[in-house]
């Protein structure tokens, strides 16, 4: 735990404030205001990420700061084209996404450290930027998608006792079911853009390294999802909210545990 | 038959989920032999033949080009996969009756070309059919690179900066160093029977230093060390001293030539992330090194075995899952508002 006293720490700590005043007005039910203060938070993120990008010489994606502070940046927007993309607007959705925000960008602004780093040749491909930001992309996706469905299991335990066509419950999980429909091809592509970068860089289009392994137990996690759905639909709701949300574990466990511990070592572990 | 085959392959997706979070906690190298070990290569079979299977029994894939497109690519990534594997290889060079060339590395020194590699495995030579060439290497930096003197004996190892003056203590069996005289074009000319080492015209270069070292026993002993040649030894002296740049590096390049009897076929500036293909082969940059004959590139030769197989399969998948996707989001969205 350390402050940041540079300029793009305390551009982050500023978005954190803005976060936190959007949060508690959509709290208090003033739409309007939160989303006008939600752009005034992106403006800000905005500007930390481009002096970042200035700073360090490249799209800032390459260690646990840079990931964060990107993932934390766009939420806000992304949440928004999701929304508009798939039509989903439960009253939750917004207020998620303040709420995640905030969890992302703790890390960065308190945890990893924001040394700058050179780019070793081996990043130095124009697979790079996309490679990266795809996977960013889904995982935000993914994380939405989990909170939704984490919002179907708590109904399904309070609210479902009422036998409507519709209940609150399979809204959720149809919910979270169209924002992973959006985020696993962007999810697939990602895989397939390391791959494609693999053979490139180091030979191999796949190297068995802990980091490949996890992901790829992520996409077969959703994998295993869409099938299972296929198979009864929404007759168990809950089994397929657990598998959405058992897919955000794995992305986890891929995005940090990979990179934080010394458990599994490989050629992925650039954050140390 | 159908109910089947569809609970099989839930059943063979969740397995091969645990396979890889099992595969993760064995580090890249155990993964790699258990993921081609043969109850394994087994498993593999199983599964594209489940998939297969799967493709021809189920009628409504057929209706769904992107869905079948979707398996499709899953099917060609794992025959890819099969094919580029070790087992793989060697099936196919028995089969075609080609020597079967596995991953290797060449360690190269500008100006010279070799057609003996190494294998990655066991450091096993063995001949590549055709000879490579480096005309070139260049080391990039960030920056301007630091010069050391790197000094090296059976007493160990030691950086120092190459600059005239100061004493430095290496250790107390090794004894002391100074850097004598520093030249950037030394040139030596013969004086009374004796050589006397002087600065020659500004317009060529050789840079080089002039080291004493001083052993406990208070022996003194005098090296010339030359940027130019870096392996450079003479009677008497008891270190390898090479002059080395230390900084983070850029970008390395190998400019090479690939040479089928005796007549160039191929050429390219190898890069990191920008390999060389040539007849079923992808050369890559892997690293460099110096030693007593000077620096050297390592280039990484690989067969490209199945890989199109796979990168096709990629090609399927994305185009299948985007336009499913797209037509189910859209399906959904229409079914939403009209509730």
């Known amino acids: 735990m350390q402050l940041k006293y540079s300029n793009e720490g305390l551009l982050i700590y500023a978005m954190m404030a803005v976060v936190a005043v959007g949060l508690v007005l959509r709290v208090i039910r003033k739409k309007q205001a939160a989303v006008f203060v939600a752009v005034i938070a992106c403006l800000v993120g905005l500007t930390a990420w481009i002096m970042r990008w200035i700073a360090v010489e490249h799209i800032p994606m390459q260690n646990m700061f840079e990931v964060f502070l990107t993932l934390g940046v766009f939420l806000l927007p992304v949440g928004l084209a999701a929304r508009r993309f798939t039509g989903i607007d439960p009253p939750s959705d917004g207020l998620g996404d303040f709420i995640l925000t905030l969890i992302i960008l703790f890390p960065a602004g308190f945890v990893f450290s924001d040394a700058p780093q050179k780019l070793p040749p081996a990043l130095q491909s124009p697979l790079f930027g996309p490679h990266v930001a795809v996977y960013m992309l889904s995982y935000v996706l993914m994380a939405k998608a989990a909170l939704q469905a984490g919002l179907g299991l708590y109904h399904h335990c309070t609210g479902c006792k009422q036998l409507n066509a519709h209940s609150p419950c399979e809204d959720y999980e149809l919910s979270a079911y169209l924002l992973v429909c959006l985020g696993f091809p962007l999810l697939s592509l990602g895989l397939f853009l390391g791959s494609v970068w693999g053979k490139l860089a180091w030979g191999d289009w796949w190297g068995w390294d802990p980091k490949e392994l996890w992901s790829l137990a992520c996409w077969l996690m959703y994998l295993f999802y869409f099938h299972w759905r296929y198979l009864f639909r929404q007759k168990m709701p809950r089994t397929n909210c657990v598998c959405v949300i058992l897919g955000l574990v794995f992305i986890i466990i891929t995005l940090l545990w990979v990179n934080l511990s010394n458990v599994f070592r490989g050629m992925h572990n650039y954050a140390s | ?339």
């Not at chain 2, 992330?273 to 990484?300: C, K, M, R, T």
Request: charged fraction near 15%; proline fraction near 5%; hydrophobic fraction near 40%.
């Open chain 2, 1 to 339: 038959m159908k109910n089947g085959i569809y609970h099989l392959g839930l059943a063979a997706i969740a397995v091969l989920c645990l396979l890889c979070i099992f595969g993760a906690f064995l580090g890249a190298e155990n993964a790699r032999a258990f993921f081609n070990s043969i109850p394994l290569a087994v498993w593999w079979i199983g599964f594209t033949v489940l998939l297969g299977g799967a493709i021809v029994v189920f009628r409504a894939l057929h209706k769904r080009p992107m869905l079948l497109l979707i398996h499709a690519g899953c099917i060609l990534i794992l025959l890819g996969g099969l094919w580029g594997s070790r087992a793989g290889q060697k099936m196919t060079a028995s089969i075609t009756d080609k020597p079967w060339i596995e991953p290797c590395y060449l360690k190269l020194y500008p100006g010279r070309q070799s057609s003996t590699a190494y294998r990655t495995t066991d450091g096993q030579p063995l001949d590549l059919g055709f000879s490579v060439g480096l005309n070139d290497f260049q080391i990039h930096y960030y920056g301007n690179p630091v010069t050391v003197l790197f000094i090296q004996s059976d007493l160990g190892q030691w950086d120092i900066p190459p600059a005239k003056g100061a004493d430095y203590l290496l250790s107390a069996q090794a004894g002391k160093v100074r850097v004598l005289e520093t030249f950037s074009n030394l040139k030596i000319r013969m004086e009374n029977g004796k050589p006397v080492a002087s600065e020659g015209p500004a317009v060529e270069s050789n840079p080089a230093w002039l080291l004493e070292f001083v052993s406990p026993d208070d022996k003194v002993t005098q090296q010339f060390v030359f940027e130019k040649f870096s392996g450079h030894a003479m009677p008497g002296y008891q270190f390898l001293v090479t002059p080395q740049k230390r900084g983070m590096v850029r970008d390395y390049i190998s400019d090479v030539q690939v040479f089928r009897d005796g007549q160039p076929v191929a050429a390219k500036q190898i890069e990191v992330n920008y390999p060389l293909h040539y007849a079923g082969f992808h050369i890559y940059q892997d690293s460099w090194g110096q030693d007593e004959s000077g620096q050297y590139s390592v280039l990484q030769v690989v067969p490209d075995c199945g890989v199109r197989l796979v990168f096709g399969g990629y090609f399927l998948l994305t185009i299948g899952l985007s336009g499913h996707f797209a037509r189910k989001i859209n399906s959904l969205r229409r079914l939403r508002k009209c509730s």
